[in-house]
């Protein structure tokens, strides 16, 4: 059932269990008439077991991903909701997005729905939801800024201030930029869509941007120095664990490192000298 987030806004939180353990906690949340995000394909009937009752004008998606667009297509079927999502992102709802083998394990794989552009701004009721573009998790996520009442929805922007693992299409530079621009923003509280509510939210946005920053310029020293890939992985963000085995190393400390390297970061140095060429 619903859980009480707050003033005016409810989230509910749910997730596939294997071995009577929830793989990942993803949720949606419910501001007046309007959904925000709808968690992933594998908990769509107890979505809408939960809604029954309530009334829905919109549903605003903060990005692509599985585990936030994934109920998209029984909410249009049965409650006639037609999500709204950057137009960056209405192509991969309406013609589908690659989806690895993990993905589909964790939260299945959601149909293509027919989708909307967000505009600059959504008004639904009494609340005014500006669109953030916050790049850097996806190409195509945002956030949703009630300014009057200081509410951030971040979808897959805050996750935790601590990072252990990067998927390997994130833009490590970009994320930063967007926790600098939402970190400039009277907010008041931060609902993250996998964590619930943030604890002292505003501080816990600056503290994950100045982190992430530190780490970059760590990455980048041991870069210069001509470390190999792993033992810079392993000596600024730490050991691989459970996550990159269970995603082959799509989620991975290591891509921290490469994210660098792609933004112009130095190569690092190779394990073993090229083999000379046989004369």
Known sequence: MPSTAGGGERSLRRARTLVGRPVYLTGAYLVGDALVDCGPPVTARELLRALEGR??????????????????????????????????????????????????????????????????????????????????????????????????????????????????????????????????LPVRRVFCAHRGPVRDGPAALRRKAERLSTLRERVRELLAQGLPEHEITRRAVGREGFLTWFSLGRFSARNFVRSVIKQGGAAPRPLEPPLAPRE
Request: net charge neutral.
């Open 55 to 184: 009334r829905l004008d919109s549903l605003l998606v903060t990005h692509h991903h599985e585990d936030h667009m994934g109920a998209a297509a029984l909410l249009i079927e049965r409650r006639g909701l037609v999500p709204r999502i950057r137009a960056s992102g209405v192509e991969r709802l309406e013609h589908g997005f690659p989806q690895e083998a993990y993905r589909r394990l964790a939260w299945g794989r959601p149909p293509r729905v027919r989708a909307l552009a967000l505009g600059a701004e959504e008004k639904v009721g009494p609340f005014r939801f500006e669109v953030i573009p916050t790049p850097g998790h996806s190409p195509d996520h945002a956030c949703f800024f009630e300014r009057d009442r200081g509410w951030l929805f971040t979808g897959d922007l805050f996750l935790a201030e601590r990072l252990r693992y990067l998927r390997d299409d994130e833009d490590l530079a970009a994320l930063i930029a967007s926790l600098e621009a939402v970190a400039r």
